[in-house]
């Protein structure tokens, strides 16, 4: 698989390697983890992740958006069944 600069990337998560882990800081002790360089080298890992995991298509949609559509799908029944 190649990225948008035509080099060749892994496929999956697990081939990544090194690229997906946080380079150089680790959280050690009470103030670790308000370190604002880990903090923001471990959102950016979840991010890579996450968009990675969509790639392969193992995007979930939220239950709550699932059951908001199924709640108006079923008020827009009743109000055709009862109104109009």
Excluded: C, K, Q
């Excluded at 190649?2 to 090194?18: I, S, V």
């Excluded at 979840?46 to 949609?61: K, P, Q």
């Amino acid at each position: 698989m190649t990225d948008r600069d035509g080099a060749a990337g892994p496929r999956h998560a697990d081939e990544a390697g090194d690229r997906a882990r946080p380079v150089g800081r680790r959280a050690s002790g009470p103030l670790g983890s308000l370190d604002p360089v880990a903090a923001y080298e471990r959102r950016t890992t979840r991010i890579r992740e996450e968009i990675a995991r969509n790639r392969r298509g193992e995007y979930t949609v939220p239950t709550w958006v699932l059951a908001l559509a199924l709640a108006a799908v079923i008020g827009v029944w009743l109000l055709v069944l009862f109104v109009l």
